[in-house]
C-alpha cells in the first residue's frame, strides 16, 4: 500500500526558506520517480519539481535556480528545498508517486509567504 507523508510547510516571510521532507513507503523508491505538486487557493494543481529514479531532476520554470529536490533512497526520502520564497509560492504541498500530478500523493504541507 502506497503511503506518502509530507511534513516541513510553515508560513515565512518573502525571501525565506523551507524544506519539505516526504517519506515514502509501500513502494521502491529507488525505482520510481517522483513528483513534487502544489495547489494554489483557487488554482489547480500543478507540478513543481521531478526527481527521476534515473537521475534527472526536472523543475518548472518559476521556481528554477531557487527549489532543490533531492532523494535519499536508502531511508526512503525526498525533500524539496525551498529558498528565495515568493508570495505566489503559497499553496498545499504534495509529494506524488511517478511523474506528473495524477498519481497517488499524500495529506499535503501548508507553505505560506506573506509579510
Known amino acids: ?3 506518502l507523508v509530507e ?3 510553515g508560513s515565512v516571510q518573502p525571501g525565506g526558506s523551507l524544506t519539505l521532507s516526504c517519506v515514502a513507503s509501500g513502494f ?3 525505482t520510481t520517480s517522483m513528483t513534487w505538486v502544489r495547489q494554489a ?3 489547480d494543481l500543478e507540478w ?6 534515473g537521475g534527472p531532476f526536472t523543475y518548472r520554470e518559476p521556481v528554477k535556480g531557487r527549489f532543490t529536490v533531492t532523494r535519499d533512497n536508502a531511508r526512503n526520502i525526498i525533500t524539496l528545498q525551498m529558498n528565495d ?3 505566489e509560492d503559497t499553496a498545499v504541498y504534495y509529494c506524488a508517486k ?3 500530478i495524477s498519481g497517488p ?3 499535503g504541507t501548508q507553505v505560506t509567504v506573506s509579510l
Open 1 to 3: 500500500q502506497v503511503q
Open 7 to 9: 511534513s516541513g510547510g
Open 85 to 87: 520564497l515568493k508570495p
Open 48 to 53: 513543481v519539481a521531478i526527481t527521476y529514479y
Open 28 to 30: 521502491t523508491l529507488s
Open 98 to 100: 511517478g511523474v506528473g
Open 105 to 107: 500523493r499524500g495529506q
Open 41 to 43: 487557493p483557487g488554482k
